[in-house]
RNA sequence: GGAGAGGUGCCGGAGCGGUCGAACGGGUCGGUCUCGAAAACCGAAGUACGGGCAACUGUACCGUGGGUUCGAAUCCCACCCUCUCCGCCA
């Protein structure tokens, strides 16, 4: 949500902003109903006053015996209200919805050294981690090595829900649990993370605070009495901030989640239909920090590389990209893919998304804090990121530890969580 | 799911429909006292939006949304949430 004052004092500041997005100009129409929001508030409020201080004196003559006067006033007053009513109605009701709404779908602002570009040719590799390995044989996709072990099951899982679900089994089902288990225990016992278990289905409340709503709906399953289905950790944890006022003292909040996450994918339709690169459901750990507006840069890259640091020590390669303009989320100011290489697919796939939403969130959500110093409470800055995929990651160490003879090696962080098992083979 | 009770400021807790943004107590902050602290005493302090250079001032907010009324924290309706008991259940 932006700040109504802000495209007051720079309205064509709050365009060019859009523009980097690729969008229309919008301030004229937005101050256009702010004006109309203004005067008629103003005509309301002083109306109000006007009435407040009648029966006031109403009750004050009530008070002091004089009924008649009271009641001659009462007369008065009521006549007065009907004629003010006429003038005024909720003239300031329909503008300031309008107003909202239009505020509520536009995209974040972002910082200035996103790069520029309409879309993902744009973005920016930052940095690249290891090489992209070299193969004696041709290396096979994930779902042929999966269901050649005859651990990875789409026909089932189709016959149980439909497309886009997938069954694993035996050994492919418990290294999807080790690498929840073991990104948690990474997040929360070395980088300081505290884990939170939480509703997967969350009110429209939360949806709209972070920012998922009004405009995403059909991204979304609903239930059926109102709430929907979490596309994402991040829209439970982030909403822990909402209409809250955290003390400074008590910041950053750093949460973390394994969570099921369901996306309706509407939009996609024949995008990554093979395999379970794209689900309607999928497993990831997800990170989010509530932070002071002056630490949230540094939270972010901070965030970055707790998700680096997963990808790094499954011995994955992976590179930053640093997301252009066109290219990054409604809700963040900025925001750091991390792309994993996938060799059997042969292409770089996203596999974690870091953002800093900067105080975008937070307004919408009402979440403040109260500094240390100096009056007044001030809105929080949220950031979230994957840490990472489980899915997706499941994905990349098939591909990347697959053997000739369709085998899979485990990583060797993921072997204390799979009691031990070092390959897995038909 | 059934029955009942309740949702008021940072917390506890009052509040005949009229000067209630809200008594009182606790906590917090500032001061007096003290070598210092405690205690005691004095004082300050809600949030949001609008107007004003400012002092200041208007409006809204007592779970949420409607309604009744000249006037609603107080009455009515719906919804949400919490607690107690019963039933059911992982």
């Given amino acids: 949500?932006?700040?109504?004052?802000?495209?007051?004092?720079?309205?064509?500041?709050?365009?060019?902003?859009?523009?980097r997005r690729g969008m229309e100009p919008a301030s004229?129409?937005?101050?256009?109903?702010?004006?109309?929001?203004?005067?008629?508030?103003?005509?309301?409020?002083?109306?109000?006053?006007?009435?407040?201080?009648?029966?006031?004196?109403?009750?004050?003559?009530?008070?002091?015996?004089?009924?008649?006067?009271?009641?001659?006033?009462?007369r008065d007053i009521a006549d007065?209200?009907?004629?003010?009513?006429?003038?005024?109605?909720?003239?300031?009701?329909?503008?300031?919805?309008?107003?909202?709404?239009?505020?509520?779908?536009?995209?974040?602002?972002?910082?200035?050294?996103?790069?520029?570009?309409?879309?993902?040719?744009?973005?920016?590799?930052?940095h690249q981690h290891g090489d992209i390995p070299d193969f004696a044989f041709t290396p096979k996709q994930h779902f042929e090595l999966g269901e050649a072990l005859g651990l990875m099951d789409f026909a089932t899982a189709a016959k149980i829900a439909g497309a886009r679900f997938t069954v694993l089994k035996g050994p492919l089902a418990r290294m999807e649990r080790a690498l929840?288990?073991?990104?948690?225990?990474?997040?929360?016992?070395?980088?300081?993370?505290?884990?939170?278990?939480?509703?997967?289905?969350?009110?429209?409340?939360?949806?709209?605070?972070?920012?998922?709503?009004?405009?995403?709906?059909?991204?979304?399953?609903?239930?059926t009495d109102d709430r929907s289905l979490i596309p994402t950790a991040e829209v439970p944890l982030t909403n822990f901030a909402r209409e809250e006022i955290f003390p400074e003292a008590d910041l950053p909040l750093r949460l973390t989640a394994l969570t099921p996450c369901f996306r309706s994918e509407a939009g996609s339709a024949g995008r990554d239909t093979r395999g379970m690169l794209r689900q309607h459901q999928f497993a990831k750990v997800e990170m989010v920090s509530i932070t002071t507006p002056d630490a949230s840069a540094a939270e972010h890259e901070r965030m970055t590389r707790c998700a680096e640091r997963v990808l790094t020590d499954l011995g994955l390669t992976w590179r930053r990209v640093f997301l252009c303009a066109g290219d990054t989320g409604f809700g963040a100011a900025r925001t750091y893919d991390l792309e994993v290489w996938l060799p059997g697919q042969g292409a770089w796939r996203e596999i974690s998304?870091?953002?800093?939403?900067?105080?975008?969130?937070?307004?919408?959500?009402?979440?403040?804090?109260?500094?240390?110093?100096?009056?007044g409470n001030q809105f929080l800055h949220t950031l979230n990121g994957s840490g990472v995929a489980v899915g997706r990651a499941l994905i990349a160490v098939m591909e990347t530890f697959q053997q000739e003879d369709g085998s899979v090696l485990v990583p060797e962080v993921l072997r204390p969580w799979m009691g031990g098992i070092e390959r897995i083979a038909r």
């Fill in 1 to 19: 949500m932006h700040d109504i004052r802000a495209i007051r004092a720079d309205p064509a500041g709050f365009d060019a902003a859009l523009a």
């Fill in 28 to 74: 004229g129409q937005i101050l256009e109903l702010d004006q109309a929001v203004r005067s008629a508030t103003k005509e309301f409020e002083e109306s109000r006053a006007e009435l407040k201080l009648k029966s006031r004196e109403v009750g004050k003559l009530k008070a002091g015996g004089k009924h008649d006067e009271a009641e001659q006033l009462i």
């Fill in 80 to 126: 007065w209200e009907v004629r003010q009513s006429q003038w005024f109605g909720n003239r300031a009701n329909e503008p300031e919805a309008q107003r909202d709404l239009i505020l509520s779908t536009l995209p974040n602002t972002l910082d200035p050294d996103v790069p520029d570009g309409r879309d993902e040719s744009a973005n920016v590799v930052l």
């Fill in 180 to 223: 929840g288990q073991w990104m948690l225990a990474l997040h929360t016992d070395e980088h300081g993370y505290t884990e939170a278990s939480v509703p997967l289905l969350v009110n429209d409340a939360s949806m709209y605070g972070t920012g998922q709503l009004p405009k995403f709906a059909d991204d979304l399953f609903r239930t």
């Fill in 353 to 375: 998304s870091c953002s800093n939403t900067r105080d975008f969130q937070a307004r919408r959500m009402n979440g403040r804090f109260k500094p240390r110093e100096g009056k």
